[in-house]
């Protein structure tokens, strides 16, 4: 099982990212998958979830209208579109996938959002 994030970076306040979670090793749509988040001195916090086949997502109020969890089941690679970034958005994101009771997690990549 391999999940891979990449696309994170420097973006100013209101800027837009879309980061990519390149996955092998499971059958990636018909498993939940999360995108997460943890900031320094802070906990990790789940910022987006979608459901097996893609039939449903969830988002916490802190991200709800801004970003949006969607994936590509021929690609095997998920993806986070992130709009209308803040500076509290600046943290390291990750995506993870529960398989069987694991969960996997990707390296994680940065995004930091600052003027």
């Known amino acids: 099982v391999q999940l891979v994030e990449s696309g994170g970076g420097l973006v100013q306040p209101g800027g837009s990212l879309r980061l990519s979670c390149a996955t092998s090793g499971f059958a990636f749509r018909r498993v939940y998958t999360y995108w997460y988040r943890q900031a320094p001195g802070k906990e990790r916090e789940l910022v987006a979830e979608m459901t097996t086949l893609g039939a449903g997502t969830s988002y916490p109020d802190s991200v709800k209208g801004r970003f949006t969890v969607s994936r590509d089941t021929v690609w095997n690679t998920g993806y986070l579109q992130m709009n209308r970034l803040k500076p509290e958005d600046t943290a390291v994101y990750y995506c993870?996938?529960?398989?069987?009771?694991?969960?996997?997690w990707g390296q994680g990549t940065q995004v930091t959002v600052s003027s």
């Open positions: 993870s996938a529960r398989i069987d009771g694991v969960t996997h």
